[in-house]
């Protein structure tokens, strides 16, 4: 489980502006550095006025079609002068989302292009364990087997290269030497299965890809690769509170198991939260706030931080029921493994004594 970077946002005009050069094609990264909203206050910054005056009065020009057309890219549209992204400046807004399935095919293969590859590379299932990869991991993902194939004196990338980068460009390097006693092992193999164990049995179906107890060097102890569950747009609130659940398997699998909790849930905790409070302020999904935003996400692009927008006594109300909703699935999630103790036990030792195992594999013992 990763978080994504931010995505670029383009916009385009066929424009007028007056170059010799026409025809052509104009390109300005970063366009907000100078098309900022002007705040109207008297002696503000007024060189970046000017030259965002100067480029909407070039854009707006007398001449049409002179053949240039511009392009600009910002990761923060909203903070753009509307002056400038008015129709006549520039048209045309094309916001870049993270490529889907499709999208990561295709990326995979224009990066290939450029090393030798195996017979064997099937791009397919790579985009599939790829989910959730922005064009730029994609592209360190083939360079990453490319260094792979190079270390072990081969002319060819295999699949297996392009699996392991995989892992190496969202999780890190494996780290060589085993720093983990026998006892942090169980734990690590119990929790990734409690993860694992918890999506299945909420949806009837393989929830992972892979699951590692390999570390690594980003500090992840265990890792699991989830399905691409392809494009999914809309969750409802069950699927949430089922995802909300599944975060909470990995700490649920080691009380159940150890009676003690670890650090190694922190990154679960911090997702569940997130998810949770999301669901109460923005998704509208508690009776008690209806249909009432009770947060603003600012600045989509760069992180999304979201900032309260309701009285001190709602935000400690928010607080009460996001507490309640993630204890009601933590306690869901440790219902589920008890009630599947032995599968639990059976999965938590394979996976120790394997390392890595496979989402057949995972269901194959489960549906024994
Ligand atoms: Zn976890």
């Known amino acids: 489980m990763h978080s994504l970077p931010p995505c670029p946002h383009w916009i385009c005009r066929q424009n007028q502006i007056n170059l010799k050069k026409a025809s052509c094609i104009v390109f300005i990264d970063e366009i907000d550095a100078i098309g900022q909203k002007r705040d109207g206050r008297a002696g503000g910054n007024d060189e970046r006025e000017q030259t965002l005056n100067q480029l909407l009065t070039e854009m707006d020009g007398f001449e049409e079609n002179t053949g240039v057309m511009i392009l600009a890219a910002t990761n923060r549209p ?101 720093i983990l006693t026998d006892q942090e092992k169980k734990v690590v193999a119990y929790h990734e299965i409690g993860h694992a164990l918890v999506a299945a049995k909420q949806t009837n179906s393989a929830p992972v890809q892979k699951i590692t107890i390999v570390p690594r060097t980003s500090g992840a102890l265990g890792y699991t690769m989830q399905v691409d569950e392809g494009n999914h747009y809309l969750m409802s609130q069950e699927e949430l509170e089922n995802k909300i659940a599944t975060l909470t398997g990995g700490r649920a699998a080691e009380e159940l198991v150890f009676h003690s909790a670890s650090t190694g849930a922190s990154n679960d905790i911090e997702q569940a939260t997130k998810l949770a409070r999301a669901m109460i302020t923005c998704y509208g999904m508690s009776p008690d706030f209806d249909m009432v935003a009770l947060e603003t996400v600012t600045n989509q692009y760069l992180g999304g931080d979201a900032s309260l927008a309701c009285s001190a006594q709602a935000q400690a109300e928010i607080d009460k029921q996001v507490i309640a909703l993630v204890k009601r699935q933590h306690q869901k999630a440790g219902k589920i493994l008890e009630e599947n103790r032995n599968k639990l036990d059976e999965l938590a030792e394979y996976l120790y004594q394997k390392e890595t195992i496979t989402g057949e594999e995972f269901m194959k013992i489960l549906n024994q």
């Open 78 to 178: 909203e903070s753009l002068d509307p002056a400038l992204t008015r129709p006549g400046r520039f048209d045309r807004r094309v916001p870049v989302e993270l490529p889907d399935l499709q999208g990561r095919e295709a990326i995979l293969r224009v990066h290939a292009k450029k090393v030798n590859l195996c017979d064997n590379v099937d791009f397919g299932s790579i985009a599939r364990m790829a989910s959730g990869a922005s064009g730029a991991e994609l592209a360190n993902i083939v360079n990453e087997a490319a260094l792979r194939a190079v270390r072990d004196n081969r002319e060819y990338v295999t699949q297996a290269d392009l699996e392991e980068s995989i892992e190496v460009v969202i999780a890190g390097y494996q780290k060589k030497n085993s």
